[in-house]
């Protein structure tokens, strides 16, 4: 017989999903508006506002957009990024943290990581912008990421967009439920972006966000995400707009979503301790951590990174074909977007800490639904691979 797949990270429902999809029909509120969608935002914008007491932060606003790639694209246009701009870009993401530049004729200009957080180098960041300046193109913009919902290093990196007044995005495409310091990822740029793609944290099947620090820049990505229509009677565009809005009956998704991310967050960051807990015992396996306890990861994928030299040969790559033949998915870490073909010709500054964590690195199963037969399942495999 055989097993049952055990997924990288798959949709969670939580019950209540169901009942704000149930008033949409009921209301006839199918389009891309309604309740739910101003609802969704109104719970995102009181999540993403709840600071600890003490601190008076600026308040966030939220639109609810159709994908994180398209509020990434908003982002950008917003922040008046056009053909010939150079954006400065984390190299190990996700294409679509990149993929947007593309879109409007810009320019990426890849960072390399540093190995705490793997994400964004300070040191390689100010590097690219000396030289970028030097050579008479004065970035336009920063794109952050907190990678497999690792805070970056929010301090070093806010520094260095004051100094050189350079605005900051940041992508927290994987890290809704993290935060540093107690502020919660999202609200640390310039722009924040969210994604609720079907494998986050969690989901409105697909979908996304744009965070922004005031009412005036959310009203403008709502009106560039609905094809950008004047206020008037009739059809009048006096710019180019998009589709981006998120509907009603996507929202109504992430409403019942919301009522259980803090459960979701605690489910996977108890995964992160069970990995840590199985490869205490295996040499030359190191699970990825919080850096200090400033950092609070919503871990959203658990990773590793493994030493091939003291495991008798066997490597990231070995334990992924293992696991395939078990049922069980793995994947590697992203492969850094200066290696991919299209973006070939793309200037990139760092060390090889990218390229060092994509070779040896790997994503193991990580969802809030995985239950105790499948953690059973997935230590016999793996101690099985290291004891072959």
């Given at each position: 017989m055989n097993k049952e797949k055990i997924w990288l990270s798959s949709p969670h429902m939580g019950g209540t999903e169901q009942d704000y999809i149930k008033q949409a029909f009921d209301k006839n509120w199918i389009a891309p508006l309604g309740p739910n969608v101003n609802g969704f935002e109104e719970d995102l914008k009181?999540?993403?506002?709840?600071?600890?007491?003490?601190?008076?932060?600026?308040?966030?606003?939220?639109?609810?957009?159709?994908?994180?790639?398209?509020?990434?694209?908003?982002?950008l246009i917003i922040l008046g990024v056009g053909a010939g701009d150079e954006v400065l870009c984390q190299s190990m993401t996700f294409a679509a943290s990149a993929n947007p530049i593309a879109y409007l004729g810009a320019i990426p200009v890849f960072i390399d990581s540093e190995r705490?957080?793997?994400?964004?180098?300070?040191?390689?960041?100010?590097?690219a912008i000396i030289d970028r300046i030097a050579k008479g193109k004065t970035p336009k913009a920063i794109i952050?990421?907190?990678?497999?919902?690792?805070?970056?290093?929010?301090?070093?990196?806010?520094?260095?967009?004051?100094?050189?007044?350079?605005?900051?995005?940041?992508?927290?495409?994987?890290?809704?439920?993290?935060?540093?310091?107690?502020?919660?990822?999202?609200?640390?740029?310039?722009?924040?972006?969210?994604?609720?793609?079907?494998n986050k944290i969690i989901t409105t099947s697909g979908g996304g966000a744009l965070v922004t620090r005031n009412n005036v820049s959310k009203q403008k990505a709502?009106?560039?995400?609905?094809?950008?229509?004047?206020?008037?009677?009739?059809?009048?565009?006096?710019?180019?707009?998009?589709n981006y809005r998120m509907s009603?009956?996507?929202?109504?998704?992430?409403?019942?979503?919301?009522?259980?991310?803090?459960k979701h967050v605690a489910l996977r960051r108890e995964m992160n301790e069970f990995y840590k807990n199985l490869f205490a015992s295996i040499d030359g396996v190191e699970v990825f951590k919080e850096p200090s306890k400033e950092y609070f990861c919503?871990?959203?994928?658990?990773?590793?990174?493994?030493?091939?030299?003291?495991?008798?040969?066997?490597?990231?790559?070995?334990?992924?074909?293992?696991?395939?033949?078990?049922?069980?998915?793995?994947?590697?870490?992203w492969k850094p977007m200066h290696l991919q073909?299209?973006?070939?010709?793309?200037?990139?500054?760092?060390?090889?800490?990218?390229?060092?964590?994509?070779?040896?690195?790997?994503?193991?199963?990580?969802?809030?639904?995985?239950?105790?037969?499948?953690?059973?399942?997935?230590?016999?495999?793996?101690r099985k691979c290291f004891k072959s």
């Open positions: 009181s999540y993403l506002n709840s600071f600890p007491q003490e601190d008076e932060l600026e308040e966030s606003y939220v639109a609810a957009l159709s994908s994180g790639t398209a509020a990434l694209h908003l982002a705490e957080t793997l994400n964004l180098s300070p040191i390689a960041l100010e590097e952050a990421v907190h990678l497999y919902g690792m805070p970056y290093k929010v301090e070093e990196i806010k520094n260095i967009s004051k100094k050189y007044n350079i605005p900051v995005i940041e992508d927290s495409a994987e890290a809704l439920g993290s935060s540093y310091k107690g502020q919660k990822c999202g609200t640390f740029g310039d722009m924040g972006v969210l994604s609720f793609n079907g709502v009106y560039l995400a609905t094809q950008a229509r004047d206020d008037a009677p009739h059809y009048q565009h006096s710019e180019i707009g998009y009603n009956i996507s929202a109504g998704i992430g409403r019942g979503q919301m009522e259980i991310l803090d919503n871990n959203w994928l658990s990773i590793i990174s493994v030493d091939k030299t003291q495991t008798n040969g066997i490597s990231s790559e070995s334990l992924r074909l293992w696991l395939e033949k078990e049922n069980i998915e793995s994947r590697p870490l073909p299209v973006f070939a010709a793309s200037p990139f500054y760092g060390s090889g800490i990218s390229e060092e964590f994509f070779e040896n690195g790997l994503c193991l199963p990580s969802g809030s639904n995985l239950t105790d037969d499948d953690r059973n399942r997935i230590e016999s495999s793996i």
